[in-house]
T-cell receptor, first 114, second 113 residues
């Protein structure tokens, strides 16, 4: 049971570099999410998707982009890395629909921007 | 707006002690409430949930009751174990359409043998 898989687990970027955080799920979930977790803070929603081809901004979308070309994959793109983007990033998915509200999380990507 | 406030951590207890982690929320509608747990090096996983007032969620000896009158969802366990050491997040879900979760800041729990 793979569930939600994120890669890489760790990454150090220099200011101005770009990278893509990969996320894939094998549960055929409709909904997918990207969160960031800063020390002492709860998770903040960056972007989400309710199905292939549909994405929308969350609470903290600035500096990020996403795409959802397939049900399984939901990559997060950082175009010009900034120190403020140092954080732990979590991808999550859920089936969607009434009564199916449990979210399943990946193990996280720890990103440091120097 | 919608928000979740948890008791400040970290919390350190001895094995077999009683645990309470406070959680209160602010919401414009009638949210579902959740407790998620994050074990070291892992992602979050659902611990328990409650979808309406007076519902009690329970799992692995943990319980929480949805109290609409006090807008609270406190997590309790009668006798904690070392294996319960983790970070606990209270969360609410208000947008049934997109099912977006709003999280509290998390409470780190350490249980000493």
């Amino acid at each position: 049971n793979a569930g939600v898989t994120q890669t890489p687990k760790f990454r150090i970027l220099k200011i101005g570099q770009s990278m893509t955080l990969q996320c894939t799920q094998d549960m055929n979930h409709n909904y997918m999410y990207w969160y960031r977790q800063d020390p002492g803070m709860g998770l903040k929603l960056i972007y989400y998707s309710v199905g292939a081809g549909i994405t929308d901004k969350g609470e903290v979308p600035n500096g990020y982009n996403v795409s959802r070309s397939t049900t399984e994959d939901f990559p997060l793109r950082l175009e010009l890395a900034a120190p403020s983007q140092t954080s732990v990033y979590f991808c999550a998915s859920s089936y969607g629909g009434q009564g199916n509200t449990e979210a399943f999380f990946g193990q996280g990507t720890r990103l440091t921007v120097v | 707006g919608n928000s979740v406030t948890q008791m400040e951590g970290p919390v350190t207890l001895s094995e077999e002690a009683f645990l309470t982690i406070n959680c209160t929320y602010t919401a414009t509608g009638y949210p579902s409430l959740f407790w998620y747990v994050q074990y070291p090096g892992e992602g979050l996983q659902l611990l328990l949930k409650a979808t309406k007032a007076d519902d009690k969620g329970s799992n692995k000896g943990f319980e929480a009751t949805y109290r609409k009158e006090t807008t609270s969802f406190h997590l309790e366990k009668g006798s904690v174990q070392v294996s319960d050491s983790a970070v606990y997040f209270c969360a609410l879900l208000l947008d049934q359409g997109a099912q977006k979760l709003v999280f509290g800041q998390g409470t780190r729990l350490t249980i000493n043998p």
